[in-house]
């Protein structure tokens, strides 16, 4: 069984920094495309930005693009997401997952357990 345990989520200011952190069991993130998705209350699951296997190729939601990056530590298989000048339509429960299509964010992995993000205006 792999667990993803999410970290780093809180209250930032808008036009502020967040860095999330997901920490994988095994070495799924080596082998799989990891991703973060996120969710508001009402709205279905949305992807935010993908990381693809071994090169890294990366996937971005047109609403992050040069705001957010994610990046992989290949060597403890944790995936992180830097999120910066965040504004209030980022408030929203941040999930990490594995066994992710980054081009049509279809997902087939695990999920974490979601970690909160709220930014203030």
């Known amino acids: 069984q792999v667990s993803l345990v999410e970290s780093g989520g809180g209250l930032v200011q808008s036009g502020g920094s967040l860095r999330l952190s997901c920490t994988v069991s095994?070495?799924?993130?080596?082998?799989?495309?990891m991703a973060w998705f996120r969710q508001t209350p009402g709205k279905e699951r949305e992807g935010v930005a993908c990381?693809?296997?071994?090169?890294?190729?990366?996937n971005y939601a047109p609403s992050v693009k040069g705001r957010f990056t994610i990046s992989r530590d290949k060597t403890a298989g944790s995936v992180f997401l830097q999120m910066n000048m965040v504004n209030p339509e980022d408030t929203a429960i941040y999930y990490c997952?594995?066994?992710?299509?980054?081009?049509?964010?279809?997902?087939?992995?695990?999920w974490g357990q979601g970690t909160q993000v709220t930014v203030s205006s």
């Open positions: 990381i693809k296997p071994p090169g890294g190729e990366t």
């Open positions: 095994e070495g799924t993130s080596r082998t799989y495309a």
């Open positions: 997952a594995t066994g992710v299509d980054c081009n049509s964010w279809k997902q087939w992995g695990y």
